[in-house]
């Protein structure tokens, strides 16, 4: 078994709680366009793509033709409302300042909103200015484009990473990219069952609180028993 020799983490849902708010102010936004319970069921799955990608998703879904601000007047309010009401994650600051590895987040969010994250979770210097965003790649998560300049900036081979992560998206990126994952649940947004979904998809551990986060790498650091 490889060495591990990065720590990756997604931001939104692992180290901020803030996919539940990005959701209910995009859920607003659309729901003047599609009636409520065709929008919920539009919805499911899309967590962790880039709102672009989703309201892509929707207008086709639904044919519809939003108007050509929409994106951007979606953006700078879910971004004020985010800042305004996000918390991080219980627990997140003291788990990835205990566990020895060097720290990259890896996120389709805009960077000076991870980097806002980062600030609000007490943890801008332990990153250290180690952040990768979609802006900075062609393609977004399910991509492995991200995960891959991250560990490439990093100096550390794909196959030495190990990733946290919550969506199903963000676990097909670090999986395309060659890369153990850990599977995060504890954040607002998880729906039950969503740790069977993760599991299905390649990852090796699913953990529910961040306390377990530092013993559940170091039981990963450990070679198999023979």
Same mark, same amino acid.
Request: negative net charge; aromatic residues 4%.
């Given at each position: 078994?490889?060495?591990?020799?990065?720590?990756?983490?997604?931001?939104?849902?692992?180290?901020?709680?803030?996919?539940?708010?990005?959701?209910?102010?995009?859920?607003?936004?659309?729901?003047?366009?599609?009636?409520?319970?065709?929008?919920?069921?539009?919805? #499911?799955?899309?967590?962790?793509?880039?709102?672009?990608?989703?309201?892509?998703?929707? #207008?086709?879904?639904?044919?519809?033709?939003?108007?050509?601000?929409?994106?951007?007047?979606?953006?700078?309010?879910?971004?004020?409302?985010?800042? #305004?009401?996000?918390?991080?994650?219980?627990?997140?600051?003291?788990?990835?300042?205990?566990?020895?590895?060097?720290?990259?987040?890896?996120?389709?969010?805009?960077?000076?909103?991870?980097?806002?994250?980062?600030?609000?979770?007490?943890?801008?210097?332990?990153?250290?200015?180690?952040?990768?965003?979609?802006?900075?790649?062609?393609?977004?998560?399910?991509?492995?484009?991200?995960?891959?300049?991250?560990?490439?900036?990093?100096?550390?081979?794909?196959?030495?990473?190990?990733?946290?992560?919550?969506?199903? $998206?963000?676990?097909?990126?670090?999986?395309?990219?060659?890369?153990?994952?850990?599977?995060?649940?504890?954040?607002?947004?998880?729906?039950?069952?969503?740790?069977?979904?993760?599991?299905?998809?390649?990852?090796?551990?699913?953990?529910?609180?961040?306390?377990?986060?530092?013993? $559940?790498?170091?039981?990963?650091?450990?070679?198999?028993?023979?």
């Amino acid at each position: 078994m490889e060495t591990i020799d990065l720590l990756i983490s997604d931001c939104d849902g692992v180290i901020v709680d803030s996919e539940v708010i990005a959701h209910q102010v995009l859920f607003e936004a659309l729901a003047e366009f599609v009636p409520a319970d065709q929008l919920h069921a539009g919805l #499911e799955g899309t967590f962790g793509l880039t709102v672009p990608s989703i309201i892509d998703l929707l #207008e086709k879904r639904f044919d519809l033709s939003l108007p050509a601000s929409f994106d951007e007047d979606l953006r700078c309010k879910g971004e004020r409302v985010v800042a #305004e009401r996000v918390q991080a994650i219980p627990g997140v600051r003291e788990a990835l300042m205990a566990i020895d590895l060097p720290l990259a987040v890896a996120s389709n969010s805009r960077l000076h909103n991870i980097q806002a994250s980062l600030r609000r979770a007490g943890l801008t210097e332990r990153v250290a200015g180690n952040v990768f965003s979609a802006e900075m790649v062609a393609s977004p998560k399910p991509s492995p484009d991200v995960y891959l300049l991250a560990a490439e900036r990093m100096g550390a081979r794909p196959g030495h990473c190990l990733v946290v992560e919550d969506s199903p $998206t963000g676990v097909l990126a670090a999986r395309r990219a060659g890369m153990r994952v850990i599977g995060f649940t504890g954040a607002s947004h998880i729906p039950p069952g969503h740790d069977r979904v993760l599991r299905e998809l390649g990852v090796e551990k699913v953990i529910a609180h961040m306390r377990d986060l530092p013993a $559940t790498v170091t039981a990963m650091q450990q070679p198999p028993p023979r």
